[in-house]
């Protein structure tokens, strides 16, 4: 499950592409992330603050392993 995780978001290269025009819409950004946990059936969120953070809830951890 880890691989496919690494996989959904390295096809959405505006989560962690400083240089994409798309990397500073933080509502695509956590639109992205949203639908990618549904994807995988994890909970995922994207947080705004001042580093952005992708983070996997400890629920959702149990399930990638």
Do not use: W
């Amino acid at each position: 499950m880890e691989e496919m995780l690494i996989e959904k978001v390295r096809q959405r290269t505006f989560l962690y592409d400083t240089k994409s025009p798309d990397y500073r819409n933080q509502h695509m950004r956590a639109n992205a992330c949203e639908g990618i946990g549904k994807e995988l059936k994890i909970k995922l969120r994207f947080y705004v603050s001042s580093r952005d953070v992708i983070s996997v809830s400890p629920a959702s951890v149990s399930q990638l392993q």
